[in-house]
Structures are given as structure tokens and as C-alpha cells.
């Protein structure tokens, strides 16, 4: 069965700062992957997901990830980011079983 | 076109009550979810059901129970409530790409 690790928990930027958060997944065979942001107090919004065909994908707000399949790796990225992308955020991964997530990475942005 | 709903919002249970976390969806979907998220813990799959009529333990399914309803619907029951299960629940459709609002469950 599939494992993913999220080795931020908690990261601090200031707006406009570039943002890239680290998402590592083990599982042998093909896998689908996705980053959720749920901003707080609310539900769980899909941002992006790769199923197949070019590794960078790009998402809503501004967000793109990089499946790099040599280091189990699918980070999540954003140039600049903004006060209103303060929430948190989950990287997913499915390989042979339904989806398993990673524990989550709090992102907070001061002004 | 509603998405994916769940009632009710918040629960209060005692120790021991029994009680049913409904789930709907209107996207026609054949593949719904139910996943408790706990502090630090991420989200962790109870049970899900891949279509109407079946349904399959996820990685945390002790102390619960689901019904497939009919397509749209997907319910998620707690037979004698401990305080183990206090936790958010959320329901979730097509391969876990559509998330429900969350009921948030506190057991006394």
C-alpha cells in the first residue's frame, strides 16, 4: 500500500515570498496525486491532480506541482503568495488503494 | 447542482448513543467516501463504497458502519459513540476529487 510524507508542518512566509512544499510518496507502481487546501473552517477544495502526461501541472490560485517520478516527489509551488493563502495543505496519493493522505502542511502568510 | 452535502453539521453524543452522518451527492458519481481528520493526523479513510451496493473497509473502520443507500447517498453510523471517535467527518465523492462541509462530532 501507498505512504506519503509531508516533511513541513507548519511554514511561515511573507507575502509575495515564493512558496514550495514537499510532498514524497512510496509506491512502486502508477500513481495519481493531488494537493488539497482546506482554509479554515472549511472542507477540503481540490487545487490540482496528476494523472498522467507532463509532470508540471498547474492548478487553481496561482498553484502548479512537479511530478518527479525518480524522487517519488509531487512538491506543490507558488511564486508569490498572498495573506488569503494562509490554510492548510494536503498532498494524496493512489496507487492501488484508494486515496491516502499525508498529515498536512499549515502554510500562514504575514504581511 | 448541490455538489456534496452532509447532515448535520455538529453533533453532541454521549458515551454509548448511537447516531447516522448522512451523506449526498447530485454529480451522478459511482464512487463515494467517508474519512474522519484529526490534529496532526491528516484525513484517514473509514469506509468508502466504489459503487452502488458495495462497500469496503478503509484504514480506519472500527466502531463504524456505512449503508449505500442508492447512488446519491452514503450513510455513516456509530453504533455506541466513544470519545476515541471526537473527531471532523467528511464525506467525499469521485475518487475524492469532491469534499462535503464536514460534521463536526463531539462524544462526551
Known amino acids: 500500500a501507498q505512504s506519503v510524507s509531508q516533511h513541513n508542518h507548519h511554514v511561515i512566509l511573507s507575502e509575495a515570498a515564493s512558496l514550495e512544499l514537499g510532498c514524497n510518496y512510496s509506491?512502486?507502481?502508477?500513481?495519481?496525486l493531488f494537493w488539497y487546501v482546506q482554509y479554515p473552517g472549511q472542507h477540503l477544495q481540490l487545487l490540482l491532480k496528476y494523472f498522467s502526461g507532463d509532470p508540471l501541472v498547474k492548478g487553481i490560485k496561482g498553484f502548479e506541482a512537479e511530478f518527479i517520478k525518480s524522487k517519488f516527489s509531487f512538491n506543490l509551488r507558488k511564486p508569490s503568495v498572498q495573506w488569503s493563502d494562509t490554510a492548510e495543505y494536503f498532498c494524496?496519493?493512489?496507487?492501488?488503494?484508494?486515496?491516502?493522505f499525508g498529515k498536512g502542511t499549515r502554510l500562514s502568510v504575514i504581511a | 447542482n448541490a455538489g456534496v452535502t452532509q447532515t448535520p453539521k455538529f453533533q453532541v453524543l454521549k458515551t454509548g448513543q448511537s447516531m447516522t452522518l448522512q451523506c449526498a451527492q447530485d454529480?451522478?458519481?459511482?464512487?463515494m467516501y467517508w474519512y474522519r481528520q484529526d490534529p496532526g493526523m491528516g484525513l484517514r479513510l473509514i469506509y468508502y463504497s466504489a459503487s452502488e451496493g458495495t462497500t469496503d473497509k478503509g484504514e480506519v473502520p472500527n466502531g463504524y458502519n456505512v449503508s449505500r443507500l442508492n447512488k446519491r447517498e452514503f450513510s455513516l453510523r456509530l453504533e455506541s459513540a466513544a470519545p476515541s471517535q471526537t473527531s471532523v467527518y467528511f464525506c467525499a465523492s469521485s475518487e475524492s476529487e469532491y469534499f462535503g462541509p464536514g460534521t463536526r462530532l463531539t462524544v462526551l
Open positions: 509506491y512502486g507502481g502508477t500513481v495519481n
Open positions: 494524496a496519493v493512489r496507487g492501488n488503494t484508494p486515496l491516502v
Open positions: 454529480m451522478n458519481h459511482n464512487s
